[in-house]
């Protein structure tokens, strides 16, 4: 047994409590930080989705109205068609002016419905008044001037409208 008094622990062994600390303290470091890395990465991949799915939004959005200007140039004919046909009745001329709508229809543009109904400053500018008929009929749209359209929903030309007023002068 006097050997075993003599025997020493290896230096390796003295403060190995200690550097297990240190070292598991590392680890916890470790994995706090790849915790907090990992969670900022998921907010900014999650900040990218939705800046591309907005980017395509705004896209779609662009691509939806890019021939609003073309449409614009349009309108005016087919407004002359619809002049037109009120004192020529040509079947030509009538199947011209369905293709030209049935077009526009599938670019999105609508004709905006307003006679006999009541003025909306949304889709309709008034360019003057007529007396009205009737008690109880003040602000209805008695005349189209001019037609109004509408391009996805979006007023593109507003409809030029003549309206009725109970003390016209």
Not at 13 to 42: M, P, Q, R, S, V
Not at 119 to 147: C, K, L, Y
Request: one cysteine or more; proline letters at 3%; aromatic letters at 4%.
């Amino acid at each position: 047994m006097a050997e075993e008094k003599n025997i020493k622990k290896p230096a390796s062994a003295e403060g190995f409590g200690e550097a297990k600390d240190e070292n598991i303290d590392k680890l916890e470091e470790c994995k706090t930080k790849c915790e907090e890395y990992l969670n900022g990465w998921k907010r900014e991949r999650a900040d990218f989705l939705n800046h591309k799915k907005e980017e395509m939004e705004r896209i779609g959005i662009i691509i939806k109205y890019a021939n609003e200007e073309l449409i614009l140039k349009i309108l005016p004919i087919l407004d002359n068609f619809c002049l037109a046909e009120k004192h020529i009745e040509d079947e030509g001329l009538l199947q011209i002016k369905k293709q030209m709508e049935d077009l526009l229809k599938k670019e999105g543009v609508e004709h905006i419905e307003v006679l006999g109904k009541q003025f909306d400053p949304n889709t309709m500018e008034a360019v003057g008044r007529v007396p009205a008929s009737n008690e109880g009929e003040d602000g209805i749209v008695a005349e189209e001037t001019q037609r109004g359209y509408t391009m996805h929903g979006k007023v593109i030309t507003p409809a030029k409208v003549k309206v009725t007023e109970q003390h016209c002068q």
